[in-house]
């Protein structure tokens, strides 16, 4: 049932995000050199109304209201991430890259996980242990599966929204890779367990609500979501932001965890 509300609620916040784009929506900058627009914070009402109207005794970390408020967090033993407009940027000066994400954690384990990508129409969706699917605008299913690789493809493709510099830089560069432009974290991760890249590895922090909708996606179909030293994200934990993010099939996520480090 939590599954079903996912996908539902994404792909309603996703409509109206289309239906406000291009309608002169500005934003202001905020921390972690993020954009804030007024659509953020009424696409979360939205999403997060419709889930405490399924279920009015689940909890709830969402974004803006995380970062309006005390900005502490004691995780429950039970609990749904909320980034309603991922990708603000993206949004308000014209590109594809956004998405609206939720996902579902129970007892520190991601359980159930939708990403809807609205200028393309694509779902994304997992629920633990039953895979990871990906369904276009055309209403095709396809079931999301990585290889587990061993070595360094030839001329990797590494997705972020621009060019990488610093260590991820020098990664690109010294495995001859190629650039997939792409705007939101939960995007990103979506092109990676899609295969549609290789790897995406930047040096920034996210939270919790960036990550955990595309970790339990892409571990569903083979990779895995991290950290540059190798460990992973803890969705039980009282630490809600991380630095310096890692994505790639599980074999090449090592090899890459390595040459970060």
Not at 14 to 23: D, E, K, T
Not at 92 to 115: K, L, M, N, P, S
Not at 241 to 256: M, Q, R, S, T
């Amino acid at each position: 049932m939590r599954l079903a509300a996912a996908i539902q609620v994404v792909e309603s916040a996703g409509a109206a995000l289309l239906a406000l784009r291009g309608q002169g929506i500005t934003g202001r900058e905020a921390d972690r050199q993020q954009l804030k627009t007024p659509v953020d914070l009424a696409a979360e009402g939205w999403i997060a109304g419709f889930i405490h109207g399924l279920f009015p005794d689940d909890a709830i970390l969402a974004e803006e209201a995380f970062e309006r408020g005390d900005s502490k967090w004691n995780p429950p033993e039970s609990f749904w991430t909320i980034d309603a407009l991922d990708g603000s940027r993206s949004f308000v000066e014209g590109f594809a890259g956004f998405c609206a994400q939720v996902a579902y954690v129970d007892h520190g384990r991601v359980t159930v996980a939708a990403i809807y990508e609205p200028v393309a129409g694509m779902t994304y969706w997992a629920s633990a242990s039953e895979g990871a699917f990906a369904r276009n605008g055309a209403g095709q299913v396809k079931r999301l599966t990585l290889e587990h690789i061993n070595a360094w493809p030839k001329e990797p493709e590494f997705v972020d929204s621009t060019p990488p510099k610093g260590k991820v830089g020098a990664l690109l560069e010294r495995h001859h890779g190629r650039l997939n432009v792409c705007g939101s974290i939960g995007v990103k991760i979506c092109r990676v367990a899609h295969n549609e890249a290789d790897i995406f590895a930047k040096e920034l922090r996210f939270a919790l609500w960036d990550a955990a909708p595309g970790s339990l996606i892409l571990e569903e179909a083979g990779g895995r979501l991290g950290l540059w030293n190798g460990q992973s994200v803890a969705f039980d934990s009282p630490q809600v932001y991380y630095d310096n993010i890692l994505v790639a099939p599980a074999g090449l996520f090592e090899l890459a965890a390595r040459e970060l480090q």
